[in-house]
């Protein structure tokens, strides 16, 4: 009995606090208010595009290859001249210190531990430099281009100064549909523009304050003109058509950022997953194309990757793990989703992430796809 205890304890690691990343949402849920709770899951309207997200990975199915003679698959990849130990970025996201005290502090030394990359957003809970002299890893800013162009462009600028490495532009007009949230009169100054505080925990996000959301009304000329100005190479988020692909390549994006926000931003918009095949035949092979919306295990990084992606953004499980457990919850989640991925990899017969492609996914699944 001892002896198969001890078998148990070497594969599953039962000495680790959480298991399964079932353990860390549990524990978060326990945290948190219900209200905190509200904004970490929050969509718009009837929140059917959060939905969306997740019932699309659902749908795929895998083949997995008998005697495929795998036995210790590579998870590591490169994109944007990063080396990652697993093909995933630290999604950008806001208020996070309604989640844990260190918010994007924590966050940055987990995923420099874990071996890859940082989105930090302009609604953070600490300025980007406190963000960047945490970790080695603080190497995308996202910002949102509103407001005045010499604001933006002075923002990317002290982005540059601390050491970031690119732009992650989004557009974000006017305020979204968070009913639960409108319920629960809860409000994060920063993720849609300034607003009034709410009971949450969170301090004010300041870099925000320099922005003016009063004046939203960018086109792609003005997009475009600004990432031939910046300072840094941009890459664009919320690209959810073929058309806005073609569109942001066309103003200069070096990469693409595949996204509807995890259902944040307009309800009944389709999944991110279903549109992210027509992206990548929009943008070629060549250029870079990060995901996100709908990531909730291991093997929906290997489903994102055989639709076309390069590497998927980890938004809610962070931050659950952030609330379940601060730096080590993420570092935890971050190393169980490396293990599912590799566990995946090898089931389906890959040695590399790069022999994801669509003949990994059932046939009668993929073709809803095409
Ligand atoms: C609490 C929270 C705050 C967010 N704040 C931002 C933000 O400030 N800027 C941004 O570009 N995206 C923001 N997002 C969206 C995430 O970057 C990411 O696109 C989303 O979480 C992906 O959906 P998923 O987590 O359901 O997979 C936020 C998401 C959450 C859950």
Redesign the pocket.
């Known amino acids: 009995m001892a002896d198969k205890v001890s078998r148990i304890d070497d594969r599953y690691a039962t000495v680790e606090k959480y298991t399964t990343l079932r353990g860390i949402h549990h524990d978060a849920r326990r945290h948190l208010s219900e209200a905190e709770w509200n904004?970490?899951?929050?969509g718009t309207g009837d929140e059917v595009t959060?939905k969306d997200?997740?019932a699309a990975f659902d749908r795929y199915r895998f083949v997995a290859p008998l005697f495929a003679g795998i036995d210790n698959p590579n998870t590591q990849t490169r994109v944007l001249g990063f080396d990652l130990s697993f093909p995933a970025f630290i999604?950008?996201?806001?208020?996070?210190a309604?989640?844990h005290p260190e918010g994007h502090l924590a966050i940055g030394r987990a995923a420099e531990a874990a071996g890859i990359q940082q989105?930090v957003?302009?609604?953070?809970s600490y300025p980007l430099e406190d963000i960047a002299a945490a970790s080695s890893v603080a190497s995308v800013f996202?910002m949102?281009f509103v407001g005045d162009e010499g604001a933006v462009l002075d923002l990317m600028d002290r982005a540059k100064a601390a050491g970031y490495r690119y732009i992650?532009a989004?557009y974000?007009p006017i305020r979204q549909w968070r009913e639960r949230m409108m319920e629960d009169r809860f409000s994060?100054r920063?993720?849609n523009g300034p607003a009034n505080f709410g009971p949450g925990r969170s301090d004010p996000a300041p870099l925000v304050e320099l922005l003016d959301f009063t004046q939203p009304r960018w086109n792609w000329q003005q997009a475009a003109r600004a990432i031939a100005r910046a300072p840094l190479p941009c890459i664009v988020?919320?690209v959810t058509s073929a058309r806005d692909a073609h569109a942001a390549l066309d103003a200069g994006a070096v990469g693409l950022y595949v996204?509807?926000?995890?259902?944040?931003t307009v309800d009944r918009t389709p999944a991110?997953l279903d549109v992210l095949p027509s992206i990548r035949r929009a943008a070629g092979r060549e250029v870079p194309i990060i995901f996100?919306?709908?990531?909730?295990r291991g093997s929906d990084i290997a489903t994102a990757l055989a639709l076309g992606a390069d590497a998927v953004?980890?938004?809610?499980?962070?931050?659950l793990g952030l609330a379940a457990d601060g730096e080590h919850g993420v570092r935890r989640t971050l190393d169980l989703l490396q293990r599912e991925f590799w566990t995946t990899l090898g089931h389906l017969g890959c040695s590399k992430v790069e022999d994801l492609s669509d003949a990994v996914l059932h046939q009668s699944e993929l073709s809803l796809a095409r």
């Not at 999604?91 to 996070?96: D, K, N, Q, S, T």
């Not at 996100?292 to 909730?296: F, K, M, Q």
């Open positions: 904004y970490l899951w929050c959060l997200n997740v999604a950008p996201f806001g208020g996070e309604v989640f989105m957003p302009v609604a953070a996202q949102t992650c989004t974000s994060i920063g993720e988020k919320g996204s509807n926000y995890g259902g944040r991110a996100d919306s709908g990531v909730r953004a980890l938004g809610r499980l962070i931050a």
